[in-house]
């Protein structure tokens, strides 16, 4: 597997997955494209890259924007400039982020990479994953060994990732969150594809089937979600 120059040391990945009230919608992307993620990447040492997207197939019950961040490692989220940031946040992410809905969120180690994960595909393909019971290693053998090698034989098909949640860090960070109920997923799976069509065949390879087969399953039985990019933004 290649793992790529820049982006080798992200060994972290945060994911916030969300929905928003439709009546300020285009008021929620502009403060995102805008404040939210360049006070992150832009500003935050260990955020190394942001890139949003918007639902564009795929399961009908997951939220519709997603943000991805690769981290130099997990333990950013816990960094003073962080904490600094969530006890005193500017005026516009008081407005929009306690009406987040639906949202589902990761703090994950990378597993494993494979393809040029400098890249930025049109598409991404993202499954909540976890392994079966007593299993993890076996599951993570198998995603790593067998199913992204295959995946990146697909065409369109750039790169792909396993990431594992990290629980000490998860635990720690949720604690300060304003609000309560986000979902935290065991792990993720994400393929970036240059085209729709690469993207919903690699979204039918994520099959149930597929994953049985290596010792785990979709998370709360989600379907692969199809998600367009919309923006990214990398620290300098």
Known sequence: MNTGTKNAAATGILIVWTDIPAAIENDFNDWYNREHLPDRVGRMPGFLRGRRY???GGAANTPKYLTVYDLHNADVMLSDAHTALRKARPVRDQIFVPQFRNTIKGICDVACRAGEIESDGEYLV???????AGRDKA???????????????????VSAVYARRNAAVTQASSAKDDRKGDRYVDGLIAVEAMDLGAANAAAEQLHTRALATLDGAAQWGTAPCVLRLLHTLRAL
């Not at 993202?126 to 079966?132: H, I, K």
């Not at 599951?139 to 098909?157: D, E």
């Open 126 to 132: 993202l499954l909540p994953v976890m392994a079966d």
């Open 139 to 157: 599951f993570a053998g198998g995603v790593c060994g067998q199913l992204l090698p295959a995946l990146l034989n697909s065409r369109g098909v």
């Open 54 to 56: 918007v639902a564009a």
